[in-house]
C-alpha cells in the first residue's frame, strides 16, 4: 500500500494541537477462538483491568511524576524520568509521528528576527527600512493572556509584547530580563531576584514585584483554570495554599521557595506563563471572575514587553504599536508588527511573493523544493513531536478490557507509515518518531535524555508502546493479531469482517498538511478495513474540542517548553490542562 498524495505543508504548531468528536459502531465481543493471545507488556504497567475500566489507571503515574519533581538526586531522577515515559508509551494512547522542525520565509531586507527551540519567534529587535513588518503567523488566535495560552502562535505574540523575569536572547541562550540579578540558597530551593529599576507598565504605572506576586498565584490559582498550572508544583505552598512567591514590601524584591532544587527555573522564568500582568486591567473586565482572560480579548489592553496592541479585527489582522514604556524601547526599531490572521498557506505565501508580508510562518510543501537554494527560506531546529491522541474515555473503547484497549491502540499505531509522512507531507529533514521525548532533548544530569549514557537502554519497538518507525508488512500482521485479541474479527483477505467493523472519527484543524496527514492514516488504517472519518474544523475549535475530550483520535503536536523530559511528561498528569488523552479524567 502506498499513498498518493499532494505534498502539503504541516504547519508546526504551538504548544498543543487538537481534538475530534468520535463515532464508532457497537463495540465486539471478545471472540474466544481468536488467533493465539497477543501479550502487551503494556498492559502490565496499570491496574485498569481491575476496575473495569478500558482506560489506563492513571495514579501511579501521577505519584511518579511528583516523585520526579520533589527528587534531589539527579541520578535517581533521570531513572525515574525513563520509568514515566515508560508507563506513558505502555498506553499505546500517544502515537508520535515525527520530531518537528520548523521553517519560515523573511524579506532579505529584514534582520534581527529570531526563534528558538520552543518555537518563540521575537520581532522586537529586527530591522528593516520600512517602519511596519508585515507577518502571518497563523489565524485568530485562542488566547493572548499569558497564563491561559497553551499555542505556539500565542506565545509568540505574547513573547513580543509581555516579559519575565528572564528571556532568551538571539543565540537561544537565557538572559536577564526584568530581573537585575538573583540568589539562590545553599540548598537550591530558595531564589530571590532583584528587579531591574524603572520597569514600567504599558500605560506608564510602575512595574514591580508585586505583580510577578499576584500573577503568579492568579496563574497557579485553580479558579483561573490555566493549562500550565501544573507548571508551578515545582514552587512550594504557601500560607493561601497557592504559591510561596512574595514581594517585598518596596516592590524591589521577589523571594521564590522550592519544593526541590530545580535545574530548569530559570526556564521557567522565561516561559510565557510566567510573565506578570497587570491586576487592574485583569480585574477592570466586568466578568473576570468566572472569565480570566476577558480583559484582553480586544486590542487595547495593558503590556509590559516591546509591543502593545493598538487595534483587532478578528479573524482579519492585528496591529501592534511600539511601547515608549519598554525598558528596552531604545532598542526597538520598527514602530509596527502588522500581523495577517489565516491559515491558508496558498494565500499566505501568495501574499509574500507579492511583497504584501515580510515574514511567513508556514509554506505549502510542494513549493520546498524550489526554495531550498533561497536564501530567504529558513529551516531551523525544534524541540518537539508532531503525534496524534487517542481519546482513553471514547466511545470506541466501551467494553474492553484495559489490556484489549491498549492493543487496539497499539494496532492502529502499527499501520500508520509515519516515514512516509515524513517524507513527503511533513517539513524538509524532519525525522520519523518512535516515542515522545525527541532525541536532543536534555536529561537534568549534564547528558542527553536519549543516549544512554545512564545505562538505560530502549525497550525493544515490539515492548511497551515504542515503535520502529519504518514501515513493514509484519506491522500489519502484529495489527491483525492484536486487534483479535480485542475481539475483531477478519476475512481471509485481512480485512475487518462485517461483523465487527469499526469507524472512528479523526479531529484536525484545516491547514492543508495537516489534512493531508490525516488523509495518509486514513489511507493506512483502510488497508485492515478501519473506517476512519475526517472532521476537520477552525483552530479555535479544534483546541477547545481536544481540550474537553471530544474526539476518538487526533491531531496532536508539542514543542517543549524547557529543555527537560518532565515537560513532555508531566502535562499527561491527570489535573494538566495539556494531558488531551483525558488520562485519569
Not at 530558595?190 to 504599558?202: E, I, N, R, V
Not at 493561601?240 to 518596596?250: F, R
Not at 521577589?254 to 500582568?277: H, I, N, S, W
Not at 514587553?305 to 478578528?314: I, M, N, Q, V
Request: charged fraction near 20%; glycine fraction near 6%; include cysteine.
Amino acid at each position: 500500500m502506498k499513498k498518493i498524495l499532494a505534498m502539503t505543508l504541516v504547519a508546526a504548531m504551538s504548544f498543543s494541537m487538537l481534538a475530534g468528536c468520535g463515532s464508532k459502531t457497537e463495540a465486539p465481543a471478545t471472540d474466544a477462538a481468536a488467533t493465539e493471545e497477543v501479550t502487551d507488556e503494556a498492559a502490565e504497567t496499570t491496574d485498569a483491568e481491575a476496575t473495569g475500566s478500558p482506560a489506563p489507571e492513571w495514579a501511579a503515574y501521577d505519584e511518579l511524576i511528583a516523585k520526579i519533581k520533589a527528587s534531589t538526586d539527579t541520578v535517581e531522577r533521570e531513572g525515574l524520568l525513563h520509568q514515566a515515559e515508560d508507563m506513558l508509551m505502555s498506553t499505546s494512547a500517544v502515537v508520535p509521528i515525527y520530531y518537528y522542525n520548523d521553517i519560515y520565509m523573511q524579506k532579505a531586507d529584514v534582520t534581527g528576527v529570531y526563534s528558538n527551540v520552543f518555537g518563540f519567534k521575537y520581532f522586537q529587535f529586527a530591522s528593516t527600512p520600512r517602519e511596519t513588518l508585515n507577518i502571518n503567523l497563523a489565524s485568530e488566535p485562542a488566547k493572548l493572556d499569558p497564563a491561559l495560552n497553551s499555542s505556539v502562535d500565542g506565545a509568540c505574540l505574547i513573547v513580543n509584547s509581555f516579559e519575565g523575569l528572564y528571556t532568551y536572547n538571539k543565540d537561544g541562550a537565557l538572559e536577564p530580563a526584568f530581573a537585575d540579578s538573583y540568589e539562590v540558597s545553599e540548598d537550591g530551593l530558595t531564589y530571590t531576584f532583584t528587579l531591574k529599576d524603572g520597569l514600567k507598565w504599558s500605560d506608564g504605572s510602575d512595574l514591580t514585584a508585586a505583580d510577578f506576586e499576584y500573577s503568579w498565584k492568579r496563574a497557579a490559582n485553580p479558579d483561573t483554570a490555566a493549562d500550565y498550572a501544573y507548571l508551578f508544583d515545582i514552587i512550594a505552598k504557601g500560607d493561601d495554599g497557592l504559591v510561596n512567591a512574595t514581594a517585598s514590601e518596596d516592590g524591589k524584591t521577589f523571594t521564590v521557595v522550592l519544593t526541590a532544587p530545580c535545574p530548569y527555573f530559570l526556564d521557567l522564568c522565561a516561559f510565557p506563563g510566567f510573565y506578570p500582568v497587570k491586576q487592574e486591567s485583569v480585574e477592570a473586565a466586568a466578568d473576570w471572575q468566572t472569565n480570566p482572560g476577558a480583559w484582553c480579548q480586544e486590542a487595547g489592553f495593558v503590556t509590559s514587553g516591546a509591543y502593545t496592541l493598538e487595534s483587532w479585527t478578528h479573524n482579519e489582522s492585528m496591529v501592534y504599536v511600539k511601547n515608549p514604556n519598554y525598558y528596552r524601547a531604545d532598542e526597538v526599531k520598527i514602530e509596527e508588527l502588522h500581523f495577517m490572521l489565516s491559515d491558508d498557506d496558498t494565500a499566505i505565501f501568495a501574499a509574500y511573493n507579492s511583497g504584501d508580508l515580510d515574514f511567513i510562518d508556514t509554506v505549502p510543501t510542494d513549493e520546498i523544493a524550489a526554495l531550498l537554494e533561497n536564501p530567504e527560506f529558513h529551516i531551523i531546529d525544534q524541540l518537539g513531536t508532531y503525534f496524534a491522541s487517542f481519546n482513553v474515555n471514547s466511545p470506541i473503547f466501551e467494553g474492553l478490557t484495559a489490556e484489549q484497549a491498549t492493543n487496539m491502540r497499539k494496532a492502529i499505531s502499527l499501520l500508520i507509515d509515519r516515514g512516509y509522512i515524513a517524507e513527503n507531507i511533513g517539513q524538509t529533514g524532519q525525522l520519523p518518531a518512535n516515542t515522545f521525548i525527541p532525541p536532543s532533548m536534555m536529561d537534568g544530569n549534564g547528558g542527553e535524555f536519549r543516549a544512554n549514557d545512564d545505562g538505560y537502554t530502549y525497550p525493544d519497538e515490539a515492548n511497551v508502546g515504542y515503535y520502529n518507525p519504518e514501515y513493514s508488512d509484519a506491522n500489519v500482521e502484529e495489527a491483525i493479531a492484536l486487534m483479535e485479541t480485542a475481539g475483531y474479527q477478519f476475512d481471509e483477505s485481512g480485512m475487518l469482517s462485517a461483523e465487527t467493523p469499526l469507524t472512528l472519527n479523526y479531529l484536525t484543524n484545516e491547514t492543508s498538511g495537516h489534512v493531508a496527514i490525516a488523509e495518509a492514516i486514513q489511507q493506512d488504517l483502510a488497508v485492515i478495513g478501519i473506517n476512519v472519518v475526517i472532521d476537520t474544523v477552525e483552530w479555535n475549535v479544534f483546541l477547545e474540542e481536544r481540550k474537553a475530550g471530544n474526539f476518538d483520535f487526533a491531531r496532536d503536536g508539542w514543542i517543549a517548553d524547557y529543555n527537560d523530559p518532565v515537560n513532555m511528561l508531566e502535562m499527561w498528569t491527570s489535573d494538566s490542562g495539556n494531558n488531551n488523552c483525558q488520562f485519569g479524567k
